[in-house]
C-alpha cells in the first residue's frame, strides 16, 4: 500500500493528465455524438425512408463504445507507458472497435433487409439468401482484420476457405443451376404461388410452391408435377395469372359417341317427304339437321341439312334446295318449331310449283335417327381457366354433345355451357355472350376456337 | 373378319367366328337367293326353298352356337335364328346386301327368321327396309394395315407387273371383283374400248372366283371372249389370298373404276380411295356412301358416262389427284377398322338399352 501512494505521488502527472485527457476527450466526443445524432434526427424526420432509422439505431449503442476507445486511445498515447504496452493496449481497443462495427454492419443489413421483404416479399428466398451472404462476408473481413492486427498469419485461414468454397461448388454443382434460376426467376417476378402456368414442354397446373431446386404444379387432375427451376428459365411459358372465381358445381365433361339407327321410312317425292317429315319424331329430324356438323369436321363450314341436299342431289330441284338450306337451326327454339317450317316451306313450295319429280330407285330420302351414348370424361372444370383448358382437349363429340344434342335433343333451350356459366360461376355477361353464339355457322373446330377466346377475353 | 376378331378380342370381347357348311347344290341356291334379294329375276322352285332348310337345319344341329351376342353374316345362315331360345343372348343380323326391292318370293321365306332377330344391321341406308327391329347403319370397313392395304415398296409393285405383262408406260384403268354379272365386267370392257378410241391406255380386270359362287367361272369365260384377245386387256385371275398383287395392282393404277349394276358396300371402292386414287364408280348400293360425286371421286349410271368420266380424268391428271387426295381423307374418317370396331362396342351398348335412343354410362 506505502508503495503505491509512493508511486502516485511521484508520477501524478502521469496518472492525471491521461486520465484527464481520456474524461475531457469521452466528454467531447459523447457531446459530438449526440450532436450528430440529433443532426441525424432532423435529416431523417424530413425523409420518409424508414432505413434511416435503422441505420440510427444500429450506431446509436456502439457509437458509445467508439466514443470511450478513441478517448482511451487519446489517453494512451499521452501517458508514460511503455511502447510495448502501449501496441498492445491499442491493439485491444481496436479489435473491440472492429467487433462493435461489425456488429453495427450485421444489424443494419439485418434491419435493411427486413425492410426490403415488406415491399417484396415474393422474393423472400432472394433476400434472405443475399443478407445471409453479405453477413458472411462483413464477419469474415471482420475476422481477417482482427487476425491482421494481432498479425496472426492468414494464409492458412484463407486456403481453407477456398478449398471449402470448391468442396461445396463440387457437392452441390447440380442444384447451383437450379438456385441461380431460382434467384433468376425471383429477380424477374414474372410468377408466383397461385398463378396457373403452362410450359411448352406440355406441363401445366398452379404453382403450388415455389423453392430453391424447384417448383411444385398441381394440376387439373389433381396431379403434383415437380419442375427444376433451371428448366424453368430456358422454357417458353405462357402465365395465365391468378386463382378465379370457382364455380358452385363443377362442370363435368361427357363425351358422346352415336350409331346409326335405320328407321326403314323412306320418301320418293316432295309430298312423301312432307308426309313423313310432318308426323316423324323429333329424334329423326335433330338427325337430318345436324348430322353434317359433325361429318364435315375436316371441310368447310356450310349451312345444310339433309332435305336440302337430297332436294338438290336426288331431285334436282336447286330452288328449293337453296330454301331449305337456308333455314338455320339456331332461330328456332326447338324441334317441333323447326319441323314446321320445314314441312311449311315444302309445302308452300308443293302447292305453288306442282313439283311431282320423283327420286331415282335407290335414291330416296332415307328417315334415320341416332342412338346416342353418353360417356363420362376425365375432364371436370372448376373455374373458367381449367374450363378453357378442358375445351382444349375435350373430343369433337364431347363438344358437340354439349352445345348441340344437350340444347335439343335433350330439350335443355340452352347449351350446356352457358347454363354452366350463368348458373354455377354467375358469369351473366359471358353466358349471354356464348348463348348468342350461331354455333351452326362453325366448323366443330372453329367453334371450339371461338368458345376459348371468348373465355379467355373475359378471364383476362 | 380375320382383322376385326383380333381387335375385339385386345378389347376383352371374347369374339369367335365360325362358318356354316354346305354342298355345291345349297350354294347355287343361296347364290339364287342373293340374286333375288338384290332384285334380279331367279327362277326359284320349292326344291331350293327345301335344300336352303335342310342344309341350315344341319347347321342348327351340328354347329357350335354359344355367346352372348351372336352376329349372324347374310342370308345364307339366316335360319340359324332357330338356335334362339336354346343358345340366348342377342341375335343380330348383319345384311351386306340390298334387300329393299327384293324377289317377293325369297323374301316371304326369309323374312320369318329376319323378323326373330334382335337387331339387323345395313351398310347403306338404301338396302334398309321397314322391318319389326331395331335396324342400325354400320358400314363395313378396310384395314390399312393389311396386306391388301398396305404401303408397298416400289419393286413389289413393278414386280407384279411384270408378272402378269402389265406396261407401265400407259396409263392403267383397274378394276378390282369378282367374276359376277352384278360387277358388270363386260360394261367395263365397253366402256375402256370407247375411251381407248381417243387415248391409249390398258385395262386390268382383275378378280378371283368364290366357292359359294358357282357362276363365277361362266363368267370369266365370257368376258375373256369379249377382250377377245386384245392386248391391251389384261384379265387376271387372281388367286384367293394373293392381296399383296391386288395391292400392287391398286397402286400400279392410273384411275380405278368400279361399274357394278348392284353393289353391297363396295369395299373395294374404300381400297381404291385409300391409296388416293381418283375412282369412277356406279352409284349403287354403298358405293354412293363412299363416293360423293366430284369430291371424293366420280359416280355414273351408265357405260357412255363411265368411259367420259375416264377420258376426263385420264386428261386432267391434277383433278384426278385431287379427288384422290380427298377421297382418302374421306376412308381416313370413315371406313377404317377402328370405327368399325368403335360401331360395335355401341352397338352392343345399344342392346342393353332397347328402348333408349340417348342413354349415359
Known amino acids: 500500500m506505502d508503495n503505491l501512494?509512493?508511486?502516485?505521488?511521484?508520477?501524478?502527472?502521469?496518472?492525471?493528465?491521461?486520465?484527464?485527457?481520456?474524461?475531457?476527450?469521452?466528454?467531447?466526443?459523447?457531446?459530438?455524438?449526440?450532436?450528430?445524432?440529433?443532426?441525424?434526427?432532423?435529416?431523417?424526420?424530413?425523409?420518409?425512408?424508414?432505413?434511416?432509422?435503422?441505420?440510427?439505431?444500429?450506431?446509436?449503442?456502439?457509437?458509445?463504445?467508439?466514443?470511450?476507445?478513441?478517448?482511451?486511445?487519446?489517453?494512451?498515447?499521452?501517458?508514460?507507458?511503455?511502447?510495448?504496452?502501449?501496441?498492445?493496449?491499442?491493439?485491444?481497443?481496436?479489435?473491440?472497435?472492429?467487433?462493435?462495427?461489425?456488429?453495427?454492419?450485421?444489424?443494419?443489413?439485418?434491419?435493411?433487409?427486413?425492410?426490403?421483404?415488406?415491399?417484396?416479399?415474393?422474393?423472400?428466398?432472394?433476400?434472405?439468401?443475399?443478407?445471409?451472404?453479405?453477413?458472411v462476408i462483413v464477419i469474415t473481413i471482420g475476422i481477417f482484420?482482427?487476425?491482421?492486427?494481432?498479425?496472426?498469419?492468414?494464409?492458412?485461414?484463407?486456403?481453407?476457405?477456398?478449398?471449402?468454397?470448391?468442396?461445396?461448388?463440387?457437392?452441390?454443382?447440380?442444384?447451383?443451376?437450379?438456385?441461380?434460376?431460382?434467384?433468376?426467376?425471383?429477380?424477374?417476378?414474372?410468377?408466383?404461388?397461385?398463378?396457373?402456368?403452362?410450359?411448352?414442354?406440355?406441363?401445366?397446373?398452379?404453382?403450388?410452391?415455389?423453392?430453391?431446386?424447384?417448383?411444385?404444379?398441381?394440376?387439373?387432375?389433381?396431379?403434383?408435377?415437380?419442375?427444376?427451376?433451371?428448366?424453368?428459365?430456358?422454357?417458353?411459358?405462357?402465365?395465365?395469372?391468378?386463382?378465379?372465381?370457382?364455380?358452385?358445381?363443377?362442370?363435368?365433361?361427357?363425351?358422346?359417341?352415336?350409331?346409326?339407327?335405320?328407321?326403314?321410312?323412306?320418301?320418293?317425292?316432295?309430298?312423301?317427304?312432307?308426309?313423313?317429315?310432318?308426323?316423324a319424331p323429333d329424334d329423326i329430324v335433330y338427325y337430318h339437321t345436324h348430322h353434317f356438323l359433325e361429318e364435315q369436321y375436316y371441310t368447310v363450314p356450310q349451312l345444310s341439312n339433309d332435305f336440302a341436299v337430297w332436294v338438290d342431289t336426288a331431285l334436282g330441284d336447286d330452288i328449293l334446295a337453296e330454301r331449305l338450306a337456308s333455314i338455320g337451326p339456331f332461330d328456332f327454339p326447338g324441334i317441333g318449331a323447326l319441323r314446321d317450317r320445314l314441312v311449311g316451306i315444302i309445302n308452300e313450295y308443293i302447292n305453288t310449283t306442282n313439283n311431282f319429280r320423283e327420286a331415282e330407285p335407290g335414291r330416296d330420302f332415307y328417315f334415320m335417327t341416332t342412338v346416342s351414348v353418353i360417356i363420362p370424361t376425365t375432364y371436370v372444370a372448376h373455374d373458367l381457366r381449367e374450363f378453357t383448358e378442358a375445351l382444349r382437349k375435350i373430343s369433337l363429340g364431347s363438344l358437340y354433345f354439349h352445345i348441340f344434342e344437350s340444347k335439343l335433343r335433350l330439350g335443355k333451350g340452352l347449351n350446356d355451357f352457358t347454363v354452366w356459366i350463368n348458373d354455377d360461376l354467375g358469369e351473366k355477361e359471358l353466358a349471354d355472350e356464348i348463348a348468342r353464339i350461331d354455333p351452326y355457322t362453325y366448323t366443330l373446330e372453329g367453334l371450339r376456337s371461338s368458345l376459348i377466346q371468348r373465355i379467355e377475353k373475359r378471364i383476362k | 373378319m380375320s382383322r376385326m376378331i383380333p381387335l375385339l378380342?385386345?378389347?376383352?370381347?371374347?369374339?369367335?367366328?365360325?362358318?356354316?357348311?354346305?354342298?355345291?347344290?345349297?350354294?347355287?341356291?343361296?347364290?339364287?337367293?342373293?340374286?333375288?334379294?338384290?332384285?334380279r329375276t331367279e327362277k326359284i322352285t320349292k326344291n331350293d326353298f327345301n335344300c336352303f332348310q335342310e342344309t341350315s337345319q344341319k347347321n342348327i344341329d351340328e354347329m357350335e352356337l354359344d355367346g352372348d351376342i351372336i352376329f349372324i353374316h347374310d342370308p345364307q345362315p339366316l335360319a340359324l335364328i332357330n338356335r334362339k331360345e336354346k343358345v340366348g343372348g342377342k341375335w343380330i343380323w348383319r345384311c351386306h346386301i340390298d334387300i329393299s326391292r327384293p324377289n317377293p318370293a325369297v323374301w316371304n321365306f326369309l323374312e320369318p327368321y329376319v323378323n326373330q332377330y334382335d337387331a339387323a344391321i345395313f351398310s347403306a341406308p338404301a338396302f334398309s327396309r321397314q322391318l319389326p327391329l331395331r335396324q342400325f347403319l354400320i358400314s363395313p370397313s378396310i384395314d390399312p394395315l393389311s396386306d391388301k392395304n398396305k404401303e408397298l415398296p416400289q419393286q413389289t409393285i413393278d414386280a407384279v407387273l411384270e408378272k402378269y405383262g402389265i406396261s407401265r408406260d400407259k396409263p392403267i384403268i383397274t378394276q378390282v371383283s369378282r367374276f359376277d354379272y352384278l360387277k358388270d365386267p363386260v360394261g367395263v370392257i365397253q366402256a375402256f374400248e370407247i375411251v381407248r378410241n381417243h387415248i391409249d391406255c390398258q385395262l386390268v380386270f382383275a378378280g378371283g372366283t368364290a366357292t359359294d359362287d358357282p357362276e363365277s367361272d361362266k363368267v370369266l369365260a365370257e368376258v375373256r371372249e369379249r377382250a377377245n384377245n386384245n392386248p391391251d386387256i389384261h384379265i387376271l385371275l387372281i388367286p384367293p389370298g394373293s392381296d399383296i398383287e391386288i395391292n400392287a395392282l391398286q397402286r400400279a393404277s392410273t384411275i380405278i373404276v368400279q361399274k357394278s349394276l348392284s353393289e353391297g358396300f363396295g369395299l373395294t371402292v374404300s381400297e381404291a380411295l385409300w391409296k388416293a386414287k381418283p375412282v369412277v364408280a356406279s352409284a349403287v348400293g354403298g358405293i354412293t356412301l363412299q363416293i360423293r360425286d366430284k369430291f371424293t371421286g366420280l359416280l355414273t349410271y351408265g357405260i357412255e358416262g363411265t368411259a367420259y368420266d375416264l377420258r376426263q380424268l385420264l386428261t386432267n391428271p391434277?383433278?384426278?389427284?385431287?379427288?384422290?387426295?380427298?377421297?382418302?381423307?374421306?376412308?381416313?374418317?370413315?371406313?377404317?377398322?377402328?370405327?368399325?370396331?368403335?360401331?360395335?362396342?355401341l352397338l352392343f351398348l345399344a342392346l342393353e338399352h332397347p328402348q333408349d335412343d340417348i342413354f349415359y354410362l
Open chain 1, 5 to 135: 501512494i509512493t508511486t502516485i505521488s511521484d508520477n501524478w502527472l502521469d496518472i492525471i493528465v491521461p486520465i484527464i485527457i481520456f474524461g475531457a476527450a469521452l466528454i467531447t466526443l459523447l457531446w459530438l455524438r449526440k450532436r450528430a445524432l440529433l443532426s441525424l434526427n432532423r435529416i431523417i424526420n424530413k425523409s420518409n425512408w424508414p432505413g434511416n432509422r435503422i441505420l440510427i439505431h444500429s450506431l446509436k449503442r456502439p457509437s458509445i463504445f467508439w466514443c470511450i476507445i478513441i478517448s482511451a486511445l487519446l489517453a494512451l498515447a499521452a501517458s508514460s507507458t511503455t511502447t510495448y504496452w502501449k501496441n498492445i493496449i491499442a491493439k485491444g481497443f481496436w479489435s473491440v472497435f472492429i467487433i462493435t462495427f461489425t456488429f453495427a454492419l450485421i444489424t443494419i443489413i439485418n434491419g435493411f433487409s427486413a425492410i426490403i421483404l415488406l415491399q417484396y416479399k415474393q422474393h423472400k428466398n432472394v433476400i434472405n439468401l443475399v443478407k445471409n451472404i453479405l453477413m
Open chain 1, 145 to 279: 482484420i482482427l487476425l491482421d492486427t494481432w498479425a496472426i498469419s492468414t494464409t492458412y485461414l484463407l486456403i481453407s476457405i477456398i478449398i471449402i468454397l470448391i468442396i461445396l461448388a463440387l457437392v452441390f454443382r447440380d442444384i447451383a443451376p437450379n438456385i441461380i434460376a431460382s434467384i433468376q426467376l425471383n429477380t424477374a417476378g414474372q410468377f408466383k404461388v397461385g398463378d396457373y402456368i403452362k410450359i411448352e414442354s406440355g406441363e401445366e397446373g398452379y404453382i403450388a410452391a415455389t423453392g430453391w431446386r424447384n417448383i411444385e404444379l398441381k394440376t387439373l387432375e389433381d396431379n403434383t408435377i415437380i419442375i427444376p427451376n433451371n428448366r424453368l428459365t430456358r422454357s417458353t411459358i405462357v402465365n395465365y395469372g391468378h386463382l378465379l372465381k370457382k364455380a358452385s358445381e363443377p362442370f363435368r365433361f361427357n363425351n358422346r359417341m352415336h350409331l346409326t339407327r335405320l328407321t326403314g321410312l323412306k320418301a320418293r317425292n316432295l309430298q312423301e317427304l312432307a308426309d313423313i317429315l310432318k308426323n
Open chain 2, 9 to 39: 378380342k385386345e378389347l376383352g370381347v371374347d369374339a369367335r367366328w365360325n362358318i356354316i357348311q354346305g354342298n355345291n347344290e345349297f350354294f347355287q341356291v343361296t347364290k339364287k337367293f342373293h340374286n333375288a334379294l338384290h332384285g
Open chain 2, 318 to 345: 391434277e383433278y384426278a389427284n385431287w379427288l384422290g387426295k380427298n377421297g382418302k381423307e374421306y376412308v381416313r374418317h370413315r371406313f377404317l377398322i377402328t370405327r368399325h370396331i368403335r360401331d360395335y362396342m
